[in-house]
């Protein structure tokens, strides 16, 4: 059975005014060409559904049943039409985005306070994680992109890289080394090495970039924690030293602690964008990822 959303309005223009001729002025066609749509409605239920003469027009008892489907069919096509229109005109939608959390508390909110000011009946749905959960959304479909500190090219993913971000050392203000000329290379390396270290987790990017960078030197690590609060909590108490990129240093703005770029070769920590190969992304979600783009941090548009 095929049966037409044309064939739908006709039979309920026709089941209204009870007459051809008013029936077919109500869908802008000529009386033929209405009857022919009723016609070909008949034959594809095959029944009867309106008894005519050349004086009265009416509903059989099958068009009667089949008028209560016909009005729950046209209100569920105008529904669906009208959410297409809402998601086209971004007035309607969901995005769904995973990060990390050192750009999600800092740089993120002012992106989606911009985008959830343009497009307010835009649901928003935030994941911040580290990078191999960021990844593992987009995989299985959780997340329509995410920010992470891996480059997910695989046949399944897609990565644009989106910037960079260097390394500071934080220690408190009154230590030696807020002030202390810092040497470079292995030298500096050896020099951190001379403290205790607040270190984050292993499973983090900034940890496994850090060990990168500073191998084969190891560090005297005091502890291991997850959170950068946590981090900037440890440091400021005295209990050792920490490194952390620079999109995390708003954690550590505080008169007695001290921040000071990180004069080491190949510690920059690259951001991608990452989205699924195979699936286009939503208008919504299309144009929260041109606003990633065009406000990423380090650009003259970052908010």
């Known amino acids: 059975m095929n049966i037409s959303t044309r064939q739908i309005d ?7 005014q009870r007459s051809f001729t008013r029936a077919a002025a109500q869908c802008h066609l000529s009386q033929p060409a209405f009857s022919a749509l009723i016609r070909a409605l008949e034959d594809s239920v095959g029944l009867r559904l ?3 003469s050349t004086r009265h027009v009416a509903l059989t008892a099958e068009g009667e049943n089949f008028h209560a489907a016909a009005l729950r069919i046209r209100a569920e096509v105008d529904a669906a039409l009208a959410a297409m229109r809402d998601a086209a005109t971004l007035r309607r939608g969901r995005v769904a985005l995973a990060l990390l ?3 999600a508390a800092g740089w993120l909110p002012q992106v989606l306070a911009l985008f959830h000011a343009r497009h307010p009946g835009v649901e928003l749905d935030i994941a911040d994680v580290l990078s191999e959960p960021c990844i593992e959304r987009v995989a299985d479909g959780r997340a329509d992109f995410a920010l992470a ?5 695989t046949p399944e993913l897609r990565a644009e890289a989106l910037c960079s ?5 934080v220690c408190r203000a009154d230590h030696p ?6 040497p470079r290379g292995a030298a500096l390396a050896r020099t951190l090495a001379q403290w205790p270290f607040i270190h984050l987790a292993r ?3 900034v940890r496994q970039y850090l060990e990168a960078a500073l191998h084969p030197q190891p560090m005297r690590t005091l502890m291991e924690v997850e959170q950068l609060a946590t981090v900037a909590g440890m440091v ?7 490194v952390v990129p620079s999109f995390a240093l708003f954690h550590f703005q505080h008169p007695e602690l001290a921040t000071r770029p990180l004069p080491l070769a190949g510690l920059t920590r690259r951001i991608y964008l990452v989205r699924r190969r195979d699936r286009s992304l939503s208008a919504a979600a299309q144009a929260l990822y041109d606003l990633v783009l065009q406000a990423r941090p380090g650009t003259p548009d970052a908010i």
């Open 165 to 169: 971000d260097g390394f500071h050392l």
């Open 50 to 52: 309106f008894d005519r």
């Open 101 to 103: 959390p050192s750009l």
């Open 10 to 16: 006709a039979f309920l223009a026709l089941a209204t």
């Open 236 to 242: 400021h108490a005295g209990l050792g030293i920490t």
């Open 149 to 153: 500190a891996i480059r997910a090219d």
């Open 177 to 182: 080394l807020a002030a202390a000329a810092l």
């Open 203 to 205: 499973h983090s990017s």
